[in-house]
């Protein structure tokens, strides 16, 4: 079965980087295009960045753009997001995403708090 496992989440203080990885299985990695969502407490989830299938192409939140960048390595089944100069606002639990044999499907998230 389609499973999804986000790990890396953290404390970091404003300013901060970190790096949140997706290690996918149970469907071919590298024919589908994976996604990163965050939902913040009392907020909805909402997308903060796409890479097509052979990492080609990929796209931001305007909120994220030119601090957030994700990649893939198809050869791992991994999709990572690596988050640079991290505001509180960036604070969150970050989710994996991908649309495999047309359903949804959802890591169980992990949590980035940005605070010092």
């Known amino acids: 079965q389609v499973q999804l496992v986000e790990s890396g989440g953290g404390l970091v203080q404003p300013g901060g980087s970190l790096r949140v990885s997706c290690a996918a299985s149970g469907f071919t990695f590298s024919r589908y295009a994976m996604n990163w969502y965050r939902q913040a407490p009392g907020k909805e989830r909402e997308l903060v960045a796409g890479?097509?299938?052979?990492?080609?192409?990929?796209n931001y939140a305007d909120s994220v753009k030119g601090r957030f960048t994700i990649s893939r390595d198809n050869a791992k089944n991994t999709v990572y997001l690596q988050m640079n100069s991290l505001k509180p606002e960036d604070t969150a639990v970050y989710y994996c995403?991908?649309?495999?044999?047309?359903?949804?499907?959802w890591g169980q998230g992990t949590q980035v708090t940005v605070s010092s």
């Open positions: 890479i097509t299938s052979d990492g080609g192409s990929t």
């Open positions: 995403n991908s649309i495999v044999w047309f359903r949804n499907y």
